[in-house]
């Protein structure tokens, strides 16, 4: 069973940034993609970003150049760096990847971005 820890998120105000952290409780070396997703409140989940195990990065349009996906092999995790947040930033965050067949989800993590 592959569990992923998010965490980093809270209340920030416009302009602020927050760092998130994915941690995975296997071994991240050999999964080819992790993302970071986010659902806000009535509305669908979306793609914010992902990266594969080259380093490649994909963005969504309305976050290019204000967030940062990143990830640390030796540490299991993956992390977003989030800067100039606004406030329809706010959502739950959650961390994804897909190993051995299957796609697992963490529980997110809230941020919230105050006007």
Known sequence: QVQLVESGGGLVQAGGS??????????IFGVNTMGWYRQAPG?????????T????TNYADSVKGRF????D????TV???????KPEDTAVYSCN??????????????????S
């Open 18 to 27: 927050l760092r998130l952290s994915c941690a995975a409780s296997i071994s």
């Open 43 to 51: 509305k669908q989940r979306e793609l914010v970003a992902t990266i």
């Open 53 to 56: 195990s080259r380093g490649s």
């Open 68 to 71: 940062s996906i990143s990830r």
């Open 73 to 76: 092999n030796a540490k299991n």
């Open 79 to 85: 992390y977003l760096q989030m800067n100039s947040l």
């Open 97 to 114: 990847l897909y190993y051995v067949g299957l796609y697992y989800w963490g529980q997110g993590t809230q941020v919230t971005v105050s």
